[in-house]
């Protein structure tokens, strides 16, 4: 069974940093490429970042470019997320999510909320 | 703003049968696969259907979804009260590398 559990969210002031775990489980982690995903309170779906199966290629959506690192560990089965100069709008849930070979975005952990407030 | 376009809402009786429409355009929708996802309540989102129109297993086929031009459509028959959720389309965007790009979300209501 495939399994993705976020942690290392929690609340920090603007200007701080908070790095995010997925540990991952059931699957050949280093055959996926991988994705965050956030969803702010009462709001959509937005994309965050993705990494390929062995962290040569990485992307981001432009809101979080330069502040935002993600990167992953395949002999822990693990990815990360590292958020420097968080803002208020980075207040979401953030949750890993396993990219299938097809490319669809098919596993999604059950998030964990990270808070930027002072 | 989101990159897809989704109605806020929609709402139907128990039994009655539900479309969610979902536009985009060339650079995504137009030449890519696309998925539904169903977010229960206080949850995380779950894959409804993949590649346009498939199933992953467990899915009941009272789901089901197509593909036309930049547009995707979600259906929903036999409406139950535990459909009662956000559903959310979501694809790639050819013109921005491996960049995934969602709906804004419909919320279902069953009346």
């Given at each position: 069974e495939v399994q993705l559990v976020e942690s290392g969210g929690g609340l920090v002031q603007p200007g701080g940093s908070l790095r995010l775990s997925c540990a991952a489980s059931?699957?050949?982690?280093?055959?996926y490429w991988m994705s965050w995903v956030r969803q702010a309170p009462g709001k959509g779906l937005e994309w965050v970042a993705n990494i390929k199966q062995d962290g040569s290629e990485k992307y981001y959506v432009d809101s979080v470019k330069g502040r935002f690192t993600i990167s992953r560990d395949n002999a822990k089965n693990s990815l990360y997320l590292q958020m420097n100069s968080l803002r208020a709008e980075d207040t979401a849930v953030y949750y890993c999510a396993r990219v299938s070979v097809a490319g669809t975005v098919d596993y999604w952990g059950q998030g964990t909320l990270v808070t930027v407030s002072s | 703003q989101s990159v897809l376009t989704q109605p806020p809402s929609v709402s139907a009786a128990p039994g009655q049968k539900v479309t969610i429409s979902c536009s985009g355009s060339s650079s995504n929708i137009g030449n890519n696969y696309v998925s539904w996802y169903q977010q229960l309540p206080g949850t995380a989102p779950k894959l409804l259907i993949y590649e346009n129109n498939k199933r992953p297993s467990g899915i009941p086929d009272r789901f089901s979804g197509s593909k036309s031009g930049t547009s995707a459509t979600l259906g929903i028959t036999?409406?139950?009260?535990?459909?009662?959720a956000d559903y959310y389309c979501g694809t790639w965007d050819s013109?921005?590398?491996?960049h995934a790009v969602f709906g804004g979300g419909t919320q279902l209501t069953v009346l």
């Open positions: 059931g699957f050949t982690f280093s055959s | 036999g409406l139950q009260t535990g459909d009662e013109s921005l590398s491996a």
